[in-house]
């Protein structure tokens, strides 16, 4: 059946520093790609997405490659900030179904 | 850009009572809204699946006798936890899906504590 995995946390990393978070799914037709992040207390933004192989998604300096050939959808960061801690969820779904997530990652950054 | 909200977000009930959580679309007609339950330090898990004007779809697992769910319009589901027990404590979110937009927005999520 379709599923994600994403690498367990929690991760620690300095202000700035790169950051990359994995994130592999198993999927039995071509679905769209997410991530998700979650600040404390709050419920899940939007942070990017690709619907297609080989699409990038990307914002607010984050970015994602929707990889056909792997089976990855991994985050990265260049530099990130302390206002980037938060829980980053990756997610498969299909048009106009639910969602499959991954297990979330947590991320703190360190001034 | 698309809102959906939750109420209440925070409530604190003692065993036995039923708690009622609101998922509204503010400015989007939603044909299909999602209901997830989140546990301390893990993923969302889909409870179930609720269609305006007829009865959710609930995922193997979840009783739906305890989780009452209504999509009375297309703007309205509302999640009834009743006789909730402390094993209930979770935080919930909705989501909803725009006939307009073929997207989901979720909600901030309400956090039930169950005494």
């Known amino acids: 059946g379709d599923s994600v995995t994403q690498m367990e946390g929690p991760v620690t990393l300095s202000e700035e520093a790169f950051l990359t978070i994995n994130c592999t799914y198993t999927?039995?037709?071509?679905?769209?790609l997410f991530w998700y992040v979650q600040y404390p207390g709050e419920g899940l933004q939007l942070l990017l997405k690709?619907?297609?192989?080989?699409d990038k998604g990307s914002n607010k300096g984050f970015e994602a490659t929707y990889r056909k050939e792997t089976t990855s959808f991994h985050l990265e960061k260049g530099s990130v900030q302390v206002s980037d801690s938060a829980v980053y969820f990756c997610?498969?779904?299909?048009?106009?179904?639910?969602?499959?997530f991954g297990t979330g990652t947590s991320l703190t950054v360190i001034p | 850009g698309a809102v959906v909200s939750q109420h209440p977000s925070r409530v604190i009930c003692k065993s036995g009572t039923s708690v009622k959580i609101e998922c509204r679309s503010l400015?989007?007609?939603?044909?299909?809204m999602f209901w997830y339950r989140q546990f301390p330090k893990q993923s969302l898990m889909l409870m179930a699946t609720?269609?305006?004007?007829?009865?959710?779809?609930?995922e193997q697992g979840v009783e739906k006798d305890k989780f009452l769910i209504n999509h009375a319009s297309l703007t309205l589901s509302t999640l009834t936890v009743t006789s909730a027990h402390p094993e209930d404590s979770s935080f919930y979110i909705c989501?909803?899906?725009?006939?307009?937009?073929?997207?989901?927005?979720f909600g901030p999520g309400t956090r039930l504590t169950v005494l």
């Open positions: 989501s909803a899906l725009g006939t307009s937009y073929n997207e989901q927005f």
């Open positions: 999927a039995t037709g071509y679905p769209s």
């Open positions: 690709a619907t297609k192989a080989d």
């Open positions: 997610a498969l779904r299909y048009s106009g179904n639910q969602f499959y």
């Open positions: 400015d989007f007609q939603a044909t299909t």
């Open positions: 609720s269609n305006e004007g007829s009865k959710a779809t609930y």
